[in-house]
């Protein structure tokens, strides 16, 4: 059988990286419904990275972790509840590190076909080159940006 025969030219393992912003929320409900239509398992990634707080004082980073932990559990049952309604087999997944870094340790482990992000609306981006920039510029993975 030919990879190109029809109904095994998609995705089998989408990964999609969410972080709570409006861009990730759609790169989300796209990635649903894509794994929907493809009949793929969709993992969606939560990375907390703190590295940026790195300076604050333990009572601070404490407070954030926490607030990390509860924006996980909302994020892990929209994503759940969501995945329910469309039908799609669905795997919640939060990680602490730098975001690169834990998509593409993620999508190595689970072997993702294909990872959909939201594109980014920090200004500095345009300088530091985005999580999406970065993904698509490693060219393991055929990266879809959702805006």
Do not use: N
């Not at 994503?79 to 593409?104: H, K, N, Q, Y």
């Amino acid at each position: 059988m030919h990879s190109f025969e029809l109904g095994t030219d998609g995705p089998k393992v989408i990964l999609v990286g969410v972080d709570g912003s409006e861009t990730s929320m759609r790169a989300g409900a796209y990635a649903g419904g894509l794994a929907r239509r493809q009949g793929a398992r969709l993992v969606v990634l939560f990375v907390v990275s703190l590295s940026r707080f790195a300076s604050m004082s333990p009572a601070a980073l404490a407070m954030l972790y926490q607030t990390s932990e509860e924006m996980a559990k909302d994020l892990r049952e929209m994503a759940e509840s969501r995945a329910e309604e469309l039908g799609i087999a669905l795997t919640f997944v939060t990680r602490r590190g730098d975001p690169f870094a834990e998509m593409c340790r993620m999508a190595t482990e689970i072997k993702a076909d294909a990872i959909v992000v939201g594109a980014s609306t920090w200004a500095g981006h345009r300088f530091a080159g985005s999580l999406a920039v970065r993904l698509v510029k490693s060219g393991r993975w055929p990266v879809t940006v959702v805006p």
